[in-house]
Structure formats: C-alpha cells, structure tokens
C-alpha cells in the first residue's frame, strides 16, 4: 500500500502550453470549417446553375445569397487563422526565451559558485607553490648532473665552439690547385748555365778573392 502514500509526479506541463495548445485546437476547426464549407459552396453553385436551367430563377438566387454570405465568413476566418498562427508562434518564442534565461541564471549561479571556491588569495597561494616547486625541481636537477659549470669551463666550451667553427670553414674553403690538378698551367724550366755577363762577374769574384 505504499503506493497509495506516493507522491503524485510533477507535471511539466504549464500555463504557456495549454495556451498554445487551445490555440491549435481552434487553428484545426477553422481550417476543418474552411474546408467543409468550400466543399458546400461548390455544391451550391452547381446546385444553382441547375436550378436557372430548370427555370427556377429565385432558388437559385438563394442559393446564391447563401453561398456569397459562406465566402465572406470564409475570408473572416482567414484574418482568424493569421491572429492564431501569429500568436502560436509568439508564444513558442516566449518559451523559448524563458528556457534561455533559465538557462542563464543556471550559469550565472555555477559561476558565482566557482568564483567563491577560488578567491584570489588562493590562486596567488597555488601559484607561488607551482613556482617553488619548480625552482627545487631544477636544484634537483643540478646536483644529479653534477652541478653548474664553472667561469673556466665556461671558457673552455667557448674555445672549443671557436674551434669547431674555424674549422667548418677551413673545410668550406677550396684548396689552391697544383700543376699535377691542373696539367694546363706550366711553369718556367730552371736554366742551367749561367748567361754570359753573370759568369763573368763570377768570375772576377773568384780572383778578387784569390788576390786577397
């Protein structure tokens, strides 16, 4: 029997949709009545074209009366039909701007909700952790590689990338080409007697020396 104790489920249904409901009730019995009475008018006017033919000119005259007042009901209910569609239409628009501002006060709670768990204080507090957690990371990591260089080694690993680079560009330069490279360029042959006026000052050189 515990059933019978139960709460009955909220109905989601509200005011707004019942509204638009009776709205589409009314809309779908004017167009029910449009067409019906379309249907009627064409059978009047086939119903006074016999009677004219059958010399009964004053039935048909009703008839005609009749079907003229079914057509002006007919054009009122268009006119109808527009109102209700416009006002349909309004209403669903309306819902839907009341779900997006439902939607917004939702948001706009979470967020003040957030905003009081993180202050600034706390956030400044996790930042300055995150940064003394790094700086002791990167202590750690210099003890276990040994630790800093000094100015000296610094220096030396300047030498070394200067000489590494003097180097590359030694080998980026051409070498000087040699007569065996290159059979083209000949060079002068060596005389092996001296000329005359060079032998004969020798020469002299020699007894000069011989006098002395």
Do not use: C, W
């Amino acid at each position: 029997m515990g059933h019978l104790f139960s709460k009955k489920p909220t109905s989601k249904v509200t005011e707004q949709d019942k509204a638009i409901l009776q709205l589409k009730t009314t809309r779908d019995r004017i167009r029910q009545y449009q067409k019906r009475s379309e249907t009627n008018l064409e059978k009047d006017r086939q119903l006074a074209k016999q009677l004219l033919q059958n010399g009964r000119k004053e039935r048909a005259k009703l008839l005609l009366r009749k079907k003229k007042f079914i057509e002006e009901q007919l054009n009122k209910t268009d006119a109808t039909l527009n109102n209700i569609d416009h006002m349909i239409q309004d209403l669903e628009f309306a819902q839907i701007e009341m779900k997006v501002v439902d939607s917004l006060k939702v948001g706009n709670e979470a967020l003040k909700q957030i905003n009081e768990m993180l202050s600034i204080e706390d956030i400044e507090r996790i930042l300055d952790e995150t940064e003394e957690g790094a700086e002791k990371q990167r202590e750690i990591s210099a003890l276990l590689s040994g630790g800093t260089l000094t100015d000296e080694d610094e220096s030396a690993v300047e030498e070394e990338l200067d000489a590494l680079i003097a180097d590359a560009v030694e080998k980026q330069l051409p070498d000087a080409p040699t007569a065996a490279e290159n059979p083209e360029v000949e060079l002068p042959d060596v005389p092996e007697t001296l000329p005359e006026a060079a032998e004969e000052k020798a020469s002299k050189e020699r007894v000069a020396v011989a006098a002395s």
